[in-house]
């Protein structure tokens, strides 16, 4: 079966076929960093690591970027604030997404770009559009025609005379129509600023974000992604000023996700409790919540609050319990012990995978993909709790290590969930053991495992699903 993408363009979906033979072109639109990341930046990112990761899982290799927008308006103004370099600001904000997005186990991009390491491509591309007629130099700015491009609002629904209603220039700004935007923006006293053939001036925003995607991925490429507040005027502008320096079409698939809703009065972007990934991490485990992005379909809204979170948390911890549960249940198993052909749990767990794959070659449904991962650990506590009879505890073993796979094959880190963190080998070994004699009903030698294991300083509890394995306390 073949991945299908839904493109925000053409809204529909497309099948994919890569641009390039060698690799998968992938760009997403990263941080303006004039503050800290905040919750709606890092499902950016985490919606583009799953895209990236399963792409990867079938085969793809992928040429993955992710820029900074670190000189801009906010950030200048921000670091006058502090009486600081605009550069401080940047950079201690870009060192925070990156601490971040290691706690998400967010992958890193093959390369991360930044606008101010880029002015001479910058130039060059707004060199090239105006060259082309699409752009005109006005007392040292340079704006792109918006009337000159014909389609101009196409990928965003928007119609040119309703643009035109609500347009305006603003003070100091040298447009012929309000609708045309920024391509190079002539130097203001106290603002950073390079030498260009319009006068000493610096990027507009949208054209740092064409000149970084073409250097790195060509003029063509596969998927081009940020969050769909985004959509307009960034995307539609980036678009139109690509084409018109190319001629060609820019990305193939423009794959926005949906917005972060804040529920709850301390919530709220305007008093920023709970919105700053930093306030979230520091009350959620970032597994949790990583786990509860992953649980909706990117393109989707996701309703954020405290109470989503605590389920987030209990559903993941079903996930582990049925890898710890049967990582007891096999402990004392031979690591090369064969599944036997035509065993029901294994049939279970290649069905599993299968519905897997196809939720995800559906537009990256993570939210149906976990849900067969949920099936899963159920069919494997239900073998569990059923017995483990000769042959079937390799598949037991299997069915469990294709659980973890698929799950990080989305992103899921299983933090703390490796066996030299919180459960050791040798503990595995005896409680597995413990069982096998609980199951003989050698009940002397099911006590005297469960006193190795306490010296060991771990305790057993037994529940009808199975043992429970926890660290000592105090």
């Known amino acids: 079966m073949s991945i299908r993408i839904y493109d925000n363009m053409s809204r529909r979906k497309k099948e994919f076929v890569p641009v390039n033979s060698d690799y998968v072109g992938m760009y997403i639109c ?6 800290k990341p905040h919750i709606g930046h890092m499902y950016a990112s985490i919606a583009g690591d799953t895209m990236r990761r399963y792409l990867e899982f079938r085969g793809y290799g992928v040429r993955y970027v992710y820029n900074f927008t670190d000189v801009d308006d906010k950030i200048i103004q921000r670091a006058n604030d502090e009486g600081i370099s605009w550069k401080d600001v940047a950079q201690r904000n870009i060192d925070a997404y990156f601490k971040y997005a290691q706690l998400l186990g967010i992958k890193a991009a093959s390369v991360y770009p930044r606008a101010s390491e880029h002015i001479q491509e910058i130039i060059e591309l707004v060199g090239r559009i105006m060259s082309k007629g699409y752009a005109y130099e006005s007392g040292g700015d340079v704006y792109f025609a918006v009337e000159k491009w014909p389609s101009y609002g196409s990928f965003s629904g928007r119609k040119l005379d309703e643009l035109r209603a609500g347009a305006r220039v603003e003070p100091g700004e040298k447009k012929k129509n309000p609708l045309d935007f920024a391509l190079w923006k002539a130097a203001k006293e106290g603002e950073p600023y390079w030498e260009s053939p319009w006068g000493n001036g610096r990027p ?90 992953l649980s909706s379909h990117y393109r989707s809204p996701v309703e954020f609050s405290r109470e989503r979170m605590d389920k987030a948390e209990a559903a993941l911890g079903r996930l582990k319990n049925a890898m710890r549960n049967a990582a007891v249940a096999t402990g004392n198993l031979d690591p090369g012990e064969p599944v036997p052909p035509g065993e029901e749990l294994s049939l279970a767990t290649a069905e599993a995978e299968k519905r897997f794959v196809e939720a995800m070659d559906d537009d990256f449904n993570s939210a149906k993909a976990l849900g067969h991962l949920f099936d899963l650990a159920r069919t494997i506590n239900k073998q569990i709790e059923a017995g483990i009879p000769a042959g079937t505890g390799a598949a037991v073993r299997a069915a469990a290590a294709k659980l973890r796979e698929l799950g990080a094959v989305l992103g899921i880190f299983w933090k703390d969930e490796h066996g030299d963190e919180e459960l050791p080998d040798e503990v595995t070994a005896l409680v597995g053991q413990r069982e096998s004699a609980r199951r003989n009903k050698e009940w002397d030698r099911a006590d005297e495992l469960r006193l190795k294991i306490e010296k060991m300083g771990f305790l057993v509890e037994d529940r009808p699903k199975g043992p429970v394995v926890r660290k000592k306390t105090g």
């Not at 990263?30 to 503050?35: A, E, I, L, N, R």
């Not at 709850?264 to 970032?286: L, N, Q, R």
């Open 204 to 293: 507009g925003w949208h054209i740092e974000c064409s000149a970084m995607s073409m250097k790195y991925l060509g003029e063509s490429f596969d998927i081009h992604g940020g969050g769909q507040d985004l959509i307009f005027p960034h995307h539609e502008n980036e678009m139109a000023q690509s084409e018109a320096a190319t001629g060609k079409r820019f990305a193939n698939f423009w794959v926005e996700n949906g917005l972060v809703n804040l529920t709850g009065e301390k919530m709220s972007k305007s008093t920023k409790h709970f919105f700053s990934v930093e306030d979230i991490c520091a009350e959620v485990d970032p597994e949790t919540l990583k786990f509860y992005l």
């Open 30 to 35: 990263g941080m303006t960093v004039q503050d």
